[in-house]
Antibody
Framework: EVQLVESGGGLVEPGGSLRLSCAAS????????MHWVRQAPGKGLEWVSG????????GYVDSVKGRFTISRDNAKNSLYLEMDSLRVEDTALYYC?????????????WGQGTLVTVSS | DVVMTQSPLSLPVTLGQPASISCRSS???????????LNWFQQRPGQSPRRLIY???NRDSGVPDRFSGSGSGTEFTLKISRVEAEDVGVYYC????????FGGGTKVEIK
């Protein structure tokens, strides 16, 4: 069974930083692309970033480019999101999701999410 | 960037009646490999999203056959043949052809 467990969320002041982690199990991690998707309170889903199986292809939504960095450690079956220069509008539940392919194209399985709150 | 536009925003439905949600993309979703990466997701209240349909019309394992997806190019539809109480939630279309992007969501509720 695919399991994705996010951690690292919390309360941070505007301009601060946070690092999210996603521990994956139940599948061959380095066969699949991985993603971060967020959902602001009461709002819809927004794809934040994705990384291909070998980190050869990485993409970001425009609003986080230059501030967020996605990475993965295939030896540790883990996905990360380094978030810098955080803004109030980054407040959201952040989901880790597994692709159905090695390249960025899909969101087959989702975690339960970790909450990030940016506030002074 | 590919913009996904869903309608309606809200869909009140009588139990046992059909429901239909439309999704339009700002450009063709046909990828160079010939596939169209258009998915549908269901998000029940308080839960993580769940993929229902992938590549336009393929149902995920465990998804009831009252759910069906259709469409091509830039116009897509999710249909529920007979709405049940457990179908209440928000439905999103998502394209995976040009990076990823979601529609704004359609809230399905029981009349």
């Amino acid at each position: 069974e695919v399991q994705l467990v996010e951690s690292g969320g919390g309360l941070v002041e505007p301009g601060g930083s946070l690092r999210l982690s996603c521990a994956a199990s139940g599948f061959t991690f380095d066969d699949y692309a991985m993603h971060w998707v967020r959902q602001a309170p009461g709002k819809g889903l927004e794809w934040v970033s994705g990384v291909s199986w070998n980190s050869g292809s990485i993409g970001y939504v425009d609003s986080v480019k230059g501030r967020f960095t996605i990475s993965r450690d295939n030896a540790k079956n883990s996905l990360y999101l380094e978030m810098d220069s955080l803004r109030v509008e980054d407040t959201a539940l952040y989901y880790c999701a597994k692709d159905s392919r090695g390249v960025i194209s899909d969101l087959e399985n989702w975690g339960q999410g970790t909450l990030v709150t940016v506030s002074s | 960037d590919v913009v996904m536009t869903q309608s309606p925003l809200s869909l009140p439905v009588t139990l046992g009646q059909p429901a239909s949600i439309s999704c339009r993309s700002s450009q063709s979703l046909v990828y160079s490999d010939g596939n169209t990466y258009l998915n549908w997701f269901q998000q029940r209240p308080g839960q993580s999203p769940r993929r229902l349909i992938y590549k336009v019309s393929n149902r995920d394992s465990g998804v009831p056959d009252r759910f069906s997806g259709s469409g091509s190019g830039t116009e897509f539809t999710l249909k529920i043949s007979r709405v049940e109480a457990e179908d209440v939630g928000v439905y999103y279309c998502m394209q995976g052809t040009h990076w990823l992007s979601f529609g704004g969501g359609t809230k399905v509720e029981i009349k």
